[in-house]
């Protein structure tokens, strides 16, 4: 199958999806071509069944903002015209679905006819999706999809309960490379983080306010007064200035390292003990999964999809947003040297329950699903031959 990706490029976990699901429909033998304003970050190996299409975004006097739902759209056109595509799949709503709406019924025009799958991977839906001055189409554009998958039953619903969707929406979760992240012997950098036995903890996100990472700083002062560790953070974003701030007043700054942004994170989770995802709101909590994955353990509050894939007293723990008592406690009980291995071993079968190996055939039977349903609802508009 031919198979056009949008997706945004960057590191957020919508994107990294898009890109891991594509280079894995390659590796199997479908065409895929990326379409978006830049290489996306994980796009990074050669292999005959993927392309990549930019989208060229003009610069002209009189937009105060460049048009990229109109570009994308247009560039969209072009692919599927050229290169004969089958099915779009576009990530993230806003604005993906819209423009692969206004690029079906362009290509109709041209006798061309080609269905559209979105899927919903989060803030799309409960942060942007809700805003009153983009709701309307966001609504219409999920509606107008051929397909609909959303990365957890949490996020189904919330979904349900705050946009008027007349259609099925398929939960596919979001999945794990376990050939990529697993546990790899890097001694010698926990010995240079942890010279003295520490437990090493890690965060990592990119620093946003919903993400509370002050949180963070905040568990680990508490989980320190009883097990001497050191803290990582991976990332960056709005809130690093402030977060390095607080640390400045409240840590030993030998013990916390701030190390940006790492496209090799798994080395990383490779040497930690314990994640701390203290967010707000999570429709998934990829990063959690790609901690167990490599052996880690999670602390994570009960919100979102969270609770589908955190496992409470089995591969970590559940606490309510800003308990930080509770986390701690629960963070200190894992990390106790009769706790740990168990707690290890936990995550770890809990994430093969993820393994792209796993995921990746139902993507492949809803893209056939909606392309044999739009070829029947086409044929079953077209004029009765006298």
Do not use: W
Not at 54 to 69: A, M, R, W
Not at 258 to 263: D, I, N, P, R, T
């Amino acid at each position: 199958m031919k198979i056009g990706i949008v997706c945004y490029p960057t590191y957020g976990g919508s994107g990294v999806v898009a890109t891991e699901l594509g280079k894995a429909l390659a590796e199997k033998g479908h065409k895929v071509h990326f379409i978006t304003y830049s290489q996306p970050t994980r796009l990074d190996f050669f292999n005959e069944n993927l392309f990549y299409h930019e989208v060229d975004i003009k610069p002209y006097p009189l937009f105060q903002y460049p048009p990229y739902e109109i570009a994308l759209a247009s560039k969209m056109v072009d692919v599927v015209k050229h290169e004969n595509i089958d099915l779009l799949h576009v990530h993230y709503a806003v604005p993906h679905a819209s423009a692969a709406y206004m690029a079906r019924e362009i290509l109709k025009s041209s006798g061309i006819d080609v269905p559209f799958i979105t899927t919903l991977h989060g803030t799309d839906i409960t942060i942007v999706g809700k805003d009153a001055s983009l709701e309307p189409v966001v609504t219409f554009s999920i509606n107008q999809s051929d397909g609909i998958t959303a990365v957890s039953e949490d996020l189904k619903k919330d979904t349900y309960d705050h946009f008027n969707v007349t259609k099925e929406i398929r939960v596919i979760p979001n999945f794990i490379d376990l050939n990529r992240f697993k546990k790899q012997k890097k001694d010698h950098f926990k010995k240079a983080i942890c010279p003295n036995g520490e437990k090493l903890i890690v965060h990592t996100s990119n620093f946003r306010k919903v993400k509370r990472v002050d949180d963070v700083v905040k568990v680990f002062n508490k989980i320190r007064e009883t097990v001497p560790s050191k803290l990582l953070l991976v990332g960056d974003g709005p809130e690093r200035t402030r977060i390095e701030d607080l640390c400045r007043d409240s840590c030993n700054l030998n013990d916390v390292r701030f190390l940006g942004k790492l496209e090799a994170v798994e080395e990383v989770l490779s040497v930690s003990d314990l994640f701390i995802m203290p967010s707000e709101k999570e429709s998934f909590g990829l990063a959690a999964l790609e901690a167990m994955a490599c052996e880690v353990p999670v602390i994570s509050t009960n919100v979102g999809g969270l609770p589908e894939l955190n496992l409470d007293g089995v591969t970590g723990f559940l606490c309510d947003i800003g308990d930080i008592e509770c986390m701690a406690e629960k963070a200190i009980h894992i990390l106790d040297k009769d706790n740990l291995a168990t707690f290890k071993k936990a995550a770890l079968d809990r994430a093969k329950t993820f393994d792209l190996e796993s995921i990746l055939p139902m993507y492949e039977t809803f893209y056939t699903e909606t392309v044999e349903t739009f070829k029947v609802a086409l044929e079953a508009k077209q004029p009765i031959k006298q």
